[in-house]
Structures are given as structure tokens and as C-alpha cells.
């Protein structure tokens, strides 16, 4: 019986081993990942990772972050690029397909309609399946649960009707109060809403001056029962002056139990922001679960025909010169304001400090959230297709006024966190780690900058080489992925059990 000798030459002993056994390795090991994102600066808020690494995409997955090459059958060189989370958006009206567009060039994978939220919100939800850009979800809306109580009509999803066509915003039912009995059917329909998937309820107080302090009291008390937040416009100010209504909903989370997230802290506050952050953080120390945003804009935007404006009718021409139609160059004047309040319609409202715009950026803990007004029907604020690359660019770059880690933080594991307690499926969002979802933004730190301005809305972003959701590029080489839809609903865990009973 024959034998094959023992290689003894030691040159070729070390051919064998060096050579020709990692190609035997390579041809036998694991199985390449589907996409590979090459050579980038791997930053991850989360767990404070800063380095180069490679990241293995399998089945829409984070499967391998590594110091070595991997292996991949789709592969993506980010050589001098940061791989990042990709951005979660608490604050989207722009739920259509041109705004999904111009926020996935904004770094943007989950945009979400929480503020005044949707209603029904079953229909809605159905009829984004299988046509979104990128991922969506919503709460369930007050203003229009409020509306469907009082009129028997569905309102829909008011932001994506054509202007001056939100019959809800301008009529008398916003102004009408109700009593005990109404207001526990309204909480019955909000309820069913996280049945169909709500990520929680959506008050515009302000847009619903009928809605006494007892009725949002009540629906606080129904969203702490149900275990989900509270995100709100607040009231607006009147004799409470401009802590007043942040005083009301601090009050109502902590008597309740109920989460809170108060939206756009910037426009709400104005320059009483840093007394107003203050209550938020000292609220929190002392265990209420509240968070607040800001768009880093020194302009807002509402509809005209709404309650907001009400206290507007009758001022002098030069507080109508701090709004602006689209369109149009001119502000606006006495005569001009009650003809656009008769036609409705979408107006931007200038006015505020940038030193105090600035100082809300720069704060860590105040997620960023775009306020974003869809693109679908005109071009009306920068902030929808902005936002996120004007905090990068000219916020943390260019004026140094927070780091770039905080600045990624405020956008990825910040807004996952708040919403992880109503949908678990967020806790495998705004990462870069193994296991979690291939949501990733891969941007140039370098030249990433916003370019819409008030006069051109409707510019996209620059710098964002890369944007994935689902580990499929929708962004690819800086340009948009033509029929690609791999966004996903973002639903309640009350959605879950419904579904299955348990």
C-alpha cells in the first residue's frame, strides 16, 4: 500500500500554506454576503463605534462588520465616506412619493407622520404596501378622529390633499367642545387605530381649539393604558404665555404615566427655547418619559385657513410681511392674508432668531425632525428635503456647533428609542451593528449640505453617495434607484396582537 510522501521542500511547504490555502479558503468558505459596503468610516451612535470597517449586507441584515474585506456579490467602494444609520424621520407630512425621493437624498430610510398623524389608519397603511421608497408609519390622528366623531366623515391624510382641500383645518367642527361621553367614544376610535397599527396618538392642539383641557387629559389617560406615546403640537399660548402649554402636557404625562414627545420645540418655543428644553430635561430627572424635536430652520410653515391664525386677523401690514405664499417673492399684506385665508393653502411663516435656532441644534438631546411639507402638490419649505444634510453640513461642519456623533445621534438612535416601546421592530433600527436592520446613509462629511432655500423648496441634498433601506440602495452613486421599493410599515406591537390573537 502506497503513500503520498510528506512535502518536503520548505519553500514549497510555504507556497501551500500561504498561497494556495487561502485561495482553497476563499473558494470553500462562507458564502458572500449580497452587498458589501467597502473601505468606509463605520460611525454607530449607539455603541460609539468610529472606524474603518467594512459591513456585510445578507437578506437585508447587517451580517458582518470587519476589519478584514468581506466578500459579496454586489459590492459598494465608501473609501473617505461614513457609513452611518440611516436616518429615522419622527415628523413627515410628506408621505408621497416626491417627498420620499427628496428625503432619501437627505440620508432619510424611515419617515414617519406623527405629529397629526392619520386617519382611518388601516386604509392608510394598506395603500403604501409594496409602493414605498422608503420605510412608513403613523399615529393615529386626534384632529381627525375628532372630525370622523362629529361628522361621520373621513377626513384622510390632510397634508397629501390639494391645497386649500382640508376641510378640517378651516371648518366650525374644530371649535366644537365635547362632553364626557364623546370624548370616551373619541378615545374608543383612537384606540382601534393601534389595532390597525398607530405607533401612538398625534395631537394638533392647536388646530383643534374646541378640545378642552380635560378632553386631551382623558386621551393622555388612554395612551398610557395602551402602553404608547403622545406626540404633540401643543396649544397654542394665549393667557398662558408661551410655557403655558408645555406646563398642560408635561402635567398630563406625569399625572398619567403617558409618554410624551412634544414636536418642533424651535417653533413653539421661539425664544423662550432654552426655559422650555429646561422643563423638558428637569421633567425627565425626575422620571417622566419626554422628548422633544426641532427642524433647524428659522422659518415655520402651517395652513393658512387654520385655528393658528385666527389671532392673526386684523394686525398691521408689517406682522403680514413675515409670511410668504409659494411662489411668490412678496410677503403677504392685510388684504393679501384674508384672501389666501379664504382659498387655504400652505404658507411659511418667517421670523426667528438664528442664534436661537442655532442653539437648539446644537443641543444633544433634541431629536432631529424635519416638519416636513409634501412635495406632492407644490414646493412650499426647504426643511422636507434638507434638514438632515443642513445639521451635517453647515451645522456640525462648517459653524462646529455640535459633533458630528451627537449630530448622527439626534437622527438614528434617538428616534429609535423613542419609538421602540410601542414597536419592537425599531430596536433593529438607527444601528450599525450585527443583526440590526441594513438601513444606512453613506454620506461625503466633506461636501454633504443642504440646497433648498425658500425660493427653491424642491432642491435635493448634496454629498449622500449611498442610501440603503432594507440593504437595497435606493440612492446609489448619489442619484435616485429607479423602481426600487423596498420600504416597509412601521407598526404598533397592537397591530401584532390583533393579528395574531395573543
Known amino acids: 500500500m502506497s503513500s503520498r510522501p510528506p ?115 388601516a386604509p392608510w397603511y394598506a395603500s403604501r404596501e409594496g409602493r414605498a421608497l422608503i420605510h412608513f408609519g403613523a399615529t393615529v390622528s386626534h384632529p381627525n378622529a375628532r372630525a ?126 432654552e426655559q422650555a428644553l429646561g422643563m423638558v430635561r428637569g421633567a425627565r430627572e425626575w422620571g417622566v418619559d419626554v422628548t422633544t424635536e426641532a427642524y433647524p430652520y428659522t422659518a415655520s410653515s402651517t395652513f393658512i385657513e387654520s385655528a393658528l391664525f385666527d389671532s392673526w386677523v386684523g394686525l398691521d401690514d408689517d406682522e403680514y410681511r413675515r409670511l410668504q405664499w409659494p411662489g411668490q417673492a412678496e410677503r403677504l399684506s392685510a388684504r393679501t392674508f384674508a384672501e389666501y385665508r379664504e382659498q387655504g393653502g400652505w404658507v411659511v411663516i418667517h421670523g426667528r432668531r438664528e442664534e436661537t435656532n442655532e442653539w437648539i441644534v446644537a443641543q444633544p438631546d433634541v431629536i432631529a425632525a424635519s416638519d416636513g411639507i409634501p412635495f406632492l402638490h407644490v414646493a412650499v419649505h ?10 451635517l453640513g453647515h451645522y456640525s461642519r462648517d459653524r462646529g456647533v455640535i459633533g458630528l456623533m451627537d449630530a448622527l445621534a439626534k437622527m438614528t438612535i434617538l428616534p429609535a428609542r423613542r419609538l421602540e416601546g410601542a414597536a419592537p421592530g425599531m ?7 450585527e443583526g440590526a436592520d441594513a438601513d444606512l446613509a453613506v454620506f461625503d462629511p466633506e461636501t454633504v449640505l443642504d440646497m433648498a432655500d425658500y425660493d427653491a423648496p424642491a432642491t435635493p441634498s448634496r454629498g449622500f453617495a449611498f442610501v440603503l433601506v432594507g440593504g437595497t440602495p435606493v440612492v446609489r452613486d448619489g442619484a435616485l434607484v429607479e423602481g426600487v421599493f423596498p420600504g416597509q410599515a412601521i407598526k404598533s406591537l397592537h397591530a401584532q396582537t390583533a393579528a395574531t390573537g395573543e
Open 427 to 433: 430596536a433593529r433600527k438607527g444601528r450599525v451593528r
Open 7 to 121: 512535502l518536503r521542500n520548505p519553500l514549497l511547504r510555504l507556497f501551500v500554506l500561504f498561497v494556495i490555502g487561502p485561495l482553497l479558503f476563499a473558494a470553500c468558505g462562507p458564502a458572500p454576503h449580497d452587498l458589501v459596503i467597502l473601505n468606509g468610516r463605520v460611525m454607530d451612535p449607539d455603541t460609539g463605534l468610529d472606524a474603518l470597517r467594512h459591513v456585510g449586507i445578507t437578506d437585508g441584515t447587517i451580517a458582518a462588520i470587519s476589519g478584514e474585506p468581506l466578500r459579496g456579490r454586489d459590492t459598494l467602494d465608501a473609501a473617505g465616506l461614513i457609513v452611518a444609520p440611516g436616518f429615522i424621520d419622527l415628523h413627515a407630512h410628506g408621505q408621497d412619493p416626491v417627498s420620499a425621493a427628496l428625503q432619501a437624498l437627505d440620508g432619510v430610510t424611515t419617515a414617519l407622520e406623527m405629529e397629526v398623524g392619520v386617519y382611518p389608519v
Open 382 to 391: 426647504p426643511r422636507g428635503a434638507g434638514t438632515f444634510a443642513r445639521i
Open 148 to 273: 370622523k366623531l362629529l361628522t361621520g366623515a373621513d377626513i384622510g391624510h390632510q397634508p397629501t390633499l390639494p391645497p386649500g382641500q382640508n376641510e378640517s383645518m378651516g371648518s366650525e367642527i374644530i371649535y366644537e367642545e365635547l362632553d364626557d361621553g364623546r370624548i370616551a367614544e373619541l378615545a374608543a376610535l383612537m384606540e382601534a387605530g393601534l389595532a390597525e397599527g398607530a405607533l401612538g396618538y398625534g395631537f394638533g392642539i392647536t388646530y383643534t381649539p374646541g378640545a378642552s383641557r380635560i378632553e386631551i387629559l382623558r386621551l393622555f389617560e388612554s395612551a398610557a393604558a395602551q402602553d404608547v406615546p403622545a406626540y404633540v403640537h401643543l396649544r397654542s399660548a394665549g393667557s398662558g404665555g408661551t410655557l403655558g402649554p408645555f406646563q398642560e402636557v408635561i402635567a398630563n404625562a406625569a399625572a398619567t404615566g403617558a409618554a410624551l414627545h412634544i414636536v418642533h420645540l424651535n417653533s413653539t418655543a421661539g425664544e423662550m427655547a
